[in-house]
């Protein structure tokens, strides 16, 4: 059985490291909160709280709190509500609730393929996230059921989505990382490629296996770790220059141990698209002559297509699973439903429908800037007020469910399942989780059975405290706010 590492890059002399010990931006640590409270008065909240966020180890880290009645403005709780934090992942609240508004929740995105005559066909992407080899054997069967035979050239038109592929303001190790897959016209397997590291003896080199044997021409290895003895630790660390074609492996696994899959992000989409839509033509026997990639130029008679899910599931892949290439794919999509301007990029004209649709839903402008879709920024910032006025918002609307039900549930699914299990949160609490390095977040939705629905915002920046620890005071503070009752 294969052994998954999801592997962070960084910076190292003129390459990048890659970590086993990454967290950044990943799944979360299941941690039980350790309150042992059965019911607590409203009035007693705040008290409860401070408890909480006053002890000795937080004495330097910024807590930001809002804490609502769904159906009211009152507040029952606040710290620094008002006041910008990093938010991390809870930005994706505000993507995807302005994607929902301005989309709706049957909106595809369709990748096309145009026939223009001499043997010339055109593939078009519109960013769609959920696109995979799948889809490609799919559309290689239509164009053979359409009668054609060969491709003499194949254009891929990447005009879709304007601006940078990665975002300038990105870490470095997180734009090396497969959660920061680059964002194009084309995205095909989430715009990342694997491979497989596969002890041997004790003495002999790992053995490295491509999962597309395609994507290893691509690169130049320089293998130089090693299998050891069961008792010996294991680390490995994966070098990649700057120049982007060479992989430098190094450190070490036990032998007998299952093998490690790494996951890293494409250079290039548009010609990963097209390796791998050439396989798939080769699968049905359709031979490809030339490929080029151009941007804009005349589509005319369509003769082949595949479609996304529809939003409501992108939503859940989005929110569930924090997954930072939907919700920055989701930002590109609300730009390309906004008339075309050649000095913005698709970036900023999907910023512009955020922020018109948060407007449009009762959020202050004032309480966010943003500059991605999906948090991996640290320039975002936001109030946990934005996300709250977001929340409920978001409730008060026709799809208001679909939201809603896109969300983690404390204890069951998504990045929540390992968290609140055989609490009185379990089941009840539907919230979106947000880690950077230094930055914990959670904000979301409580059905508290004695009192009445609640929203609510938790956000800490500047915790030289693990995650772990920070997250274990979150839930707490959460598992408090679903025994609250009248007294």
């Not at 607590?40 to 408890?51: R, W």
């Not at 009152?74 to 995807?96: E, V, W």
């Not at 990382?177 to 694997?194: H, K, M």
């Not at 890293?264 to 490929?291: H, S």
Request: with cysteine; aromatic share 6%.
């Amino acid at each position: 059985m294969t052994r998954k590492i999801s592997l962070g890059l960084m910076l190292l002399f003129l390459g990048t490291h890659i970590g086993v010990t990454q967290t950044v931006a990943k799944a979360q640590t299941p941690v039980a909160p350790t309150t042992t409270t059965k019911s607590i008065c409203s009035t007693q909240l705040g008290t409860a709280i401070d408890a909480v966020i006053n002890r000795p180890l937080f004495s330097r880290v910024r807590w930001g709190i809002l804490v609502q009645p769904l159906s009211t403005g009152s507040t029952l709780y606040s710290r620094d509500a008002q006041k910008y934090f990093i938010p991390a992942s809870n930005l994706k609240l505000l993507t995807t609730a302005a994607a929902l508004q301005q989309l709706g929740a049957n909106f595809r995105i369709r990748t096309s393929i145009y026939q223009n005559g001499n043997g010339v066909l055109r593939v078009v992407g519109r960013g769609d996230p959920s696109l995979s080899d799948t889809q490609l054997q799919t559309l290689a069967q239509q164009l053979k059921q359409k009668g054609i035979t060969q491709i003499q050239r194949l254009i891929a038109d990447d005009s879709y989505i304007q601006g940078d592929i990665v975002n300038p303001t990105w870490q470095w190790e997180d734009v090396q990382s497969d959660y920061g897959a680059p964002v194009s016209s084309f995205i095909l397997n989430q715009n990342i490629f694997s491979l497989k590291l596969v002890p041997q003896a004790v003495g002999k080199s790992l053995q490295l296996v491509w999962i597309d044997p395609g994507e290893a021409k691509q690169w130049r290895t320089i293998n130089q770790s090693i299998t050891v003895a069961q008792n010996q630790p294991t680390y490995v660390n994966i070098t990649r220059e700057l120049s982007g074609t060479v992989l430098r492996i190094q450190g070490q696994l036990t032998t007998n141990s299952e093998p490690s899959l790494i996951d890293l992000p494409v250079i290039d989409p548009n010609y990963y698209f097209l390796r791998r839509f050439r396989a798939a033509l080769a699968a049905e026997k359709i031979p490809l002559g030339q490929t080029l990639v151009v941007t804009g130029g005349l589509n005319q008679e369509e003769i082949a297509f595949v479609e996304s899910p529809p939003l409501s599931e992108l939503l859940m892949e989005t929110l569930q699973n924090s997954n930072n290439l939907y919700a920055e794919a989701l930002l590109r999509a609300l730009a390309g439903e906004k008339p075309r301007v050649k000095t913005k990029t698709s970036v900023d004209v999907g910023l512009e429908a955020v922020k018109a649709s948060l407007t449009q839903l009762g959020v202050d402008p004032a309480n966010y800037i943003l500059v991605d879709g999906s948090g991996l920024s640290r320039r975002n910032l936001a109030t946990p007020e934005a996300f709250v006025q977001t929340l409920r918002g978001m409730a008060r609307t026709p799809a208001g469910y679909v939201y809603r039900a896109s969300l983690p549930v404390a204890g069951k699914i998504g990045t929540l399942k390992g968290r609140f299990q055989n609490t009185s949160a379990e089941g009840i609490v539907q919230a979106k989780t947000g880690t950077l390095t230094g930055v914990v977040s959670l904000s979301g939705y409580i059905n508290v059975p004695k009192y009445e629905p609640l929203v609510f915002s938790i956000i800490v920046n500047q915790s030289e405290q693990p995650a772990t620890i920070v997250r274990q005071a979150i839930d707490e503070i959460v598992v408090l706010l679903t025994q609250l009752q009248r007294c």
